[in-house]
């Protein structure tokens, strides 16, 4: 996948539908990282211009400050990735697809189509948000424990835990307000 500054893959055949190539291709979804499509044989080969980003597994995440930033982001994009068709189900949610610019704190998905039709958005980012707290270091990692708890046995719509992980954040603002 990430190798040499560059993000490629190879997909099989019809893994992504042509109304999804046509719009991640196009530069319309900003959100989305910029995508090539080269046809071969049994399959085809996207390229991603990544220019100025670099995957979450690049990067150590240890304040659950950045990790809920960087969920919030996510969730975002999610969110607004159903305006142009593309179904957040679909959306393969992990460290090495998630990107991140540090200058700019913009957040990207690198759109791969989930290989398992039949993993729920639920499971998928429950599973991304485990990938998050893995480097956590400030003993707080309890409020992304709770998101995945409310993602998974509540159920609730996107925009749902986008107010949930804000209100999070705020919870953990106010502490370090009161600490200093």
């Known amino acids: 996948m990430w190798e040499n500054n560059e993000f490629r893959i190879k997909l099989r055949e019809n893994?992504?539908?042509?109304?999804?190539?046509?719009?991640?291709s196009s530069g319309?979804?900003?959100?989305?990282?910029?995508?090539?499509?080269?046809g071969e044989e049994g399959g085809e080969t996207v390229c991603y211009d990544c220019s100025g980003f670099v995957p979450l597994?690049?990067?150590?995440?240890?304040?659950?400050?950045?990790?809920?930033y960087l969920l919030e982001r996510t969730l975002i994009i999610l969110g607004k990735s159903v305006e142009y068709?593309?179904?957040?189900?679909?959306?393969?949610l992990?460290?090495?697809?998630?990107?991140?610019?540090k200058d700019t704190g913009q957040v990207k998905i690198a759109y791969v189509p989930n290989?398992?039709?039949?993993t729920s958005l639920r499971k998928n980012l429950v599973a991304f948000i485990g990938q998050l707290k893995e480097d956590i270091r400030d003993g707080r990692e309890d409020y992304l424990t709770e998101?995945?708890?409310?993602?998974?046995?509540?159920n609730y719509y996107i925009k749902d835990v986008i107010t949930q992980v804000a209100l999070y954040k705020r919870k953990?603002?106010?502490?370090?307000?009161?600490?200093?």
């Open 15 to 24: 893994s992504i539908m042509e109304y999804e190539k046509i719009m991640l």
């Open 28 to 38: 319309q979804c900003d959100f989305f990282m910029p995508m090539g499509f080269m």
């Open 57 to 68: 597994s690049g990067y150590r995440i240890e304040k659950t400050e950045d990790a809920l």
């Open 85 to 92: 068709l593309i179904s957040p189900y679909r959306i393969t």
């Open 94 to 101: 992990n460290t090495d697809t998630v990107f991140y610019n």
């Open 115 to 118: 290989p398992e039709d039949k």
């Open 147 to 154: 998101t995945a708890k409310c993602i998974y046995y509540k």
């Open 172 to 180: 953990l603002y106010m502490q370090d307000m009161v600490v200093n």
